[in-house]
Structures are given as C-alpha cells and as structure tokens.
C-alpha cells in the first residue's frame, strides 16, 4: 500500500525556538512508521491572539507515514513528542509554548471527530501556517477548492525576509488589538 502523505505546522517561542522544532523533527523521525521527507525554512512570527509574548519561530513539513498511521495516531504521536519536549497545556490558549506542533493534512482525510478537525479548521486564515506550506508545495489542494498558494493570496500578510507579520482581520480568533471577526 502507499503511505499516506500528511503535513504538519511547527512553531515555538520558548527556549531556544530554533532547537525544539529540530528536536521534534528528530523525535518524529525515529518513528520506523513515519518518514520526514521535507521541511521548511524558518520564518519569524508576530504572535497571534495573545500579543504580549515573544515571537515564534514557525515552519511546516511534509511527512510519508506508512499505510497503518491513521490521522488519530499520527495526532497521538505529535502531542507525545509536545510532552516530551515539556509542553504544558496550561496558561492562555494562543499563550507561549515551547512547542506546538499542529496536523494540518493527512491525505484527502476529512475528520469532524471533536479529537482533530481535518484539514486544520484555522489553517487558511494563518500566514505562518501557509508560508511555510507554500515553500514546500504551493499548489497543493486545499479545502474550498484552493491551493495553498490561492489561500495565501487571500488572506492579509507582511513578509519581509523571515519574519511574517500578519494583521487578522478575518481570523476567527481574537489577535489583541488588530481586528477580529
């Protein structure tokens, strides 16, 4: 059978950034069940939702998991390696981690269970999320019919070199003191 291609969104802003994430690409590549086949750059991030903290370092990657990965089990295994890598669950909702590492796309899976949404309900309102993902694939397919690269287009961004400055007007989400719904 053919593996599964997923894609998943990694952003830190606590420690030593630029470390976690490439830690956590280590932790998951010692799955024998899971193959890191791409990875982003880098990108700086403004810090969306609660804006009071420090930047985080975000980037994506593209993983091929064996035929028996499910989505569920591909989600178990990214919260084990937040664990391991000291996330807590605690504090504000869009507050400082030291890891944070979001499924995005698990093939052309769509998941209603209230354990993962698939896609990722909140990926196309996010430029650190479909930055980095262009970088890897900008034409690959999304929800509502668009690519990632015609998701991008739509949606209020500023890049300037690596860092990624976003003004949210159309997010969902609350982002201090820019717009919000």
């Known amino acids: 059978m053919t593996p599964s291609v997923a894609y998943i969104s990694l952003g830190s802003n606590m420690g030593e950034p630029e470390k976690n ?75 400082p981690r030291v890891i944070d590492l979001d499924l995005l796309l698990f093939g052309d899976v769509i998941s209603e269970d209230p354990r993962l949404i698939l896609p990722h309900p909140r990926m196309l309102e996010r430029a650190f999320v479909l930055i980095p993902l262009a970088e890897l694939e900008p034409d690959l397919p999304l929800p509502r019919g668009l690519t990632v690269r015609e998701a991008l287009a739509r949606i209020p961004y500023r890049l300037e070199g690596g860092l990624i400055f976003q003004r949210c007007s159309n997010c969902r989400t609350p982002v201090g003191d820019y717009d919000t719904e």
């Open 21 to 95: 994430l490439a830690q956590a690409l280590i932790l998951l590549s010692k799955r024998p069940d899971i193959r890191v086949d791409a990875v982003s750059s880098l990108y700086l991030t403004e810090p969306q939702g609660l804006r009071d903290q420090p930047f985080f370092v975000n980037q994506a990657a593209r993983l091929f998991c064996d035929a028996g990965i499910t989505p569920l089990a591909l989600l178990e295994s990214l919260q084990s390696i937040e664990h391991t890598l000291g996330r807590e669950r605690s504090g504000p909702r869009f507050g």
